[in-house]
């Protein structure tokens, strides 16, 4: 032996970073109340370790991605009908 110790998990494995309500709240311009009761509802993913709440920052950046609402386009109502009387 050469005296270092070789990890197999550091060679197979990439470490996730995992963010904590704070950190999240933060990202997103919430409160941290608001980020507790998401994970009480199961509003938003998240990972329990123990009794500490994380969240996966790949997630949480996918799942914000599917949140996004495109608006109607000006003069369109009901489905995509006209506004103008015809």
């Known amino acids: 032996m050469n005296g270092q110790i070789n990890c197999v998990w ?4 990439e ?3 995992l963010l ?9 311009g ?3 109340a608001t980020i507790r009761k998401w994970v ?7 990972k ?10 790949a997630e949480i950046r996918d799942w914000t991605s599917g949140k996004s ?3 109607p386009k000006a003069g369109m109502n009901n489905g995509g009908e006209n506004d103008k009387n015809g």
Do not use: C, H, N
């Open 69 to 71: 609402v495109t608006p």
């Open 40 to 46: 009480l509802t199961g509003f938003i993913p998240y």
């Open 20 to 28: 904590d309500v704070g950190q999240v709240a933060g990202m997103m």
């Open 15 to 17: 470490y996730e970073r």
């Open 48 to 57: 329990k370790i123990g009794r500490a709440v994380r969240f996966s920052a």
């Open 10 to 13: 550091e060679d197979r494995m």
């Open 30 to 32: 919430l409160s941290t």
